[in-house]
């Protein structure tokens, strides 16, 4: 499974994900997604950081 987030910086967008089992602890994974996201996003020198919402994660690759 992945789990991403969108981050962007003016004209510049990019994606983090972590790719782990079906049955990983989601929860934890998206908090740690967030976190990289907003901390890629403090170092490209955004003023105006944005994680994309909660409905912007994916989870890709489930068997359930």
Known sequence: SV?????????????VGL???TRMRYQKAI???????AAVTKIIGSSDHR????SDHRHI???D
Request: a negative charge; aromatic letters at 4%; glycine letters at 16%.
């Open 3 to 15: 789990v991403a987030a969108t981050f962007r910086e003016g004209d510049r967008t990019g994606t």
């Open 51 to 54: 994680v994309i919402g909660s």
């Open 19 to 21: 790719i782990g089992p």
């Open 31 to 37: 908090s740690l997604v967030d976190t990289v996201s």
């Open 61 to 63: 690759g489930s068997s």
